[in-house]
């Protein structure tokens, strides 16, 4: 079984401009959580989709945002980048919702803005 | 609100140590508690979790109780090897929260043969 993939895996961008980052969940999986991971603030909770309907949403701005297609593949966009977003971001896919599913997450995006 | 607080590393140890990693919460009401494990240039890895006080998880040798009376869920292993190198996570879901996870600050554990 084909674990959950993210791409690009590296990114540079610069200031200002705007990125897009795919996820695509275990076949099956209905559910996607996106993590920002920063060697200052760790690992932060951006937003979750289940069946293309947003849960859940992290304290992030609004220049962070993401959506769900039918296949349950998720793209986050993060729009005007600031250098502060360089970050690893990592997905996390699960069948259901809830404790009793477990979450597997991918290997991440590294993204850097100069 | 809710947080984990985790022990600083780097924690350094022998081969066949004992390996404990302190991780505390603050959380309402009742929520799930989840031990990840990052390997260099991996995802996260669940290792174990626990969904109820009192509950004990374990993996791998690798064990945590779910202690509510002191907001614990401590990681601990009898005997650690060079494999068990890592960045170890505590991390909890709050209830009603669906799949968010919030996580503690992370602890690099590094094992010499």
């Known amino acids: 079984k084909a674990g959950v993939t993210q791409t690009p895996r590296y990114l540079i961008k610069t200031r200002g401009q705007q990125v897009t980052l795919s996820c695509s969940p275990i076949s099956g999986h209905r559910s996607v959580s996106w993590y920002q991971q920063t060697p200052g603030q760790g690992l932060q909770f951006l937003f979750e989709?289940?069946?293309?309907?947003?849960?859940n949403k992290g304290n992030f701005p609004g220049r962070f945002s993401g959506r769900q297609f039918s296949n349950s593949r998720s793209e986050m966009n993060v729009s005007t980048l600031e250098l502060g977003d360089s970050a690893l971001y990592l997905c996390?896919?699960?069948f259901g919702t809830g404790a009793s599913y477990e979450q597997y997450f991918g290997p991440g995006t590294r993204l850097t803005v100069t | 609100g809710n947080s984990v607080t985790q022990m600083e590393g780097p924690v350094t140890l022998s081969e066949e140590a004992f390996l404990t990693i302190n991780c505390t919460y603050t959380?309402?009401?009742?929520?799930?508690l989840f031990w990840y494990v990052q390997y260099p240039g991996e995802g996260l890895q669940l290792l174990l979790k626990a969904t109820k006080a009192d509950d004990k998880g374990s993996n791998k040798g690798f064990e945590a109780t779910y202690r509510k009376e002191t907001t614990s869920f401590h990681l601990e292993k009898g005997s650690v090897q060079v494999s068990d190198s890592a960045v170890y996570f505590c991390a909890l879901s709050p209830p009603g929260g669906y799949n968010k996870l919030i996580f503690g600050a992370g602890t690099r554990l590094a094992v010499h043969p």
């Open positions: 996390a896919s699960s």
């Open positions: 989709y289940f069946s293309e309907t947003q849960r």
């Open positions: 959380a309402t009401g009742y929520p799930s």
